[in-house]
């Protein structure tokens, strides 16, 4: 797939926004910024926002207890739905992966993809029915292991997955987490389950993502299939930055 987003055409478009929110707090875990984080993923304008990480309890520890879940707090009036996917639980509370959304989330389900009992991962399915588009778009946010094995397998799920439950002409997004610093993901989901990444397309290579402050490491993606176009949207260095250890991603994709 090499498609570019053309302004000109009339298809609805989506943007979306992928960040992993490392609970809430800054690198290091030296500060909770959780109201912080809720300004800045404001000031993108996304419809959906991909969320890793994310607490499901309403406070952490010591720190700050709010009204509602993370998810909810992130979400307040401007994303009216959200699913929430609980990947852990701790003595702190327990985090997973969120799905904030603009548009109605007429279905979803949370699917462990954990390879041992060491270290819990899942992938949060929903299924959105935006204005204007006459088939439901599927929304997978995904936080994968730190092991080269473990990704593999946790890869090969996601495939059978959509390759199962998703037709072939419904669109797909999947965002992320995936910890793939060797980019391996790119040739098993083009060759397994017809995926493309939105940055590889338009760039050539993945982006940049970890440490969020001096970014190195590309593990964090946006993969799409089934959609007219793609192109990735320019975020600034700050506040992002110093928000988390993970620098967002954010996509204009046509449907």
């Known amino acids: 797939m ?3 987003l053309d302004a000109a055409a009339a298809p609805h478009s989506l943007r979306v926004l992928t960040v992993n929110v490392h609970k809430g707090f800054t690198a290091l875990n030296r500060r909770f910024v959780l109201r912080e984080l809720r300004e800045a993923v404001r000031e993108v304008h996304a419809d ?25 707090f ?28 603009k548009y109605p989330i007429v279905s979803h389900e949370n699917v462990d993809v954990s390879v041992d009992r060491y270290e819990r991962r899942g992938m949060l399915h929903c299924a959105l029915r935006p204005p204007g588009s006459a ?16 990704r593999l397998r946790q ?17 797909v997004l999947v965002a992320g987490d995936f910890n793939d610093w060797r980019g391996r993901a790119h040739a098993l989901l083009a060759r397994s389950a017809r995926f ?3 940055f590889v397309e338009a760039q050539g290579h993945a982006a940049r993502t970890f440490p969020a402050r001096f970014p190195l490491l590309r593990l964090d993606r946006i993969y799409v299939r089934g959609v007219a176009g793609h192109a990735p949207l320019a975020l600034p260095a700050r506040p992002w930055s110093h928000l988390s250890d993970h620098a967002p991603l954010a996509a204009e994709i046509r449907l």
């Open 135 to 150: 088939r439901p778009v599927h929304a997978i946010c995904v936080h994968l292991g730190l092991r080269e094995s473990h």
């Open 155 to 171: 890869l090969l799920q996601l495939c059978a997955f959509v390759k199962a439950r998703i037709p072939p002409g419904e669109p």
């Open 48 to 72: 959906l926002v991909f969320l890793q990480e994310i607490h499901g309890s309403r406070h952490v520890g010591d720190h700050e207890r709010l009204e509602q879940p993370h998810y909810e």
């Open 196 to 198: 493309a990444e939105v």
């Open 2 to 4: 090499n498609a570019r």
């Open 74 to 101: 992130l979400a307040d009036r401007l994303w009216p739905e959200f699913a929430y996917g609980r990947n852990a639980v701790t003595t702190r509370g327990d985090h997973g992966n969120a799905l904030l959304s």
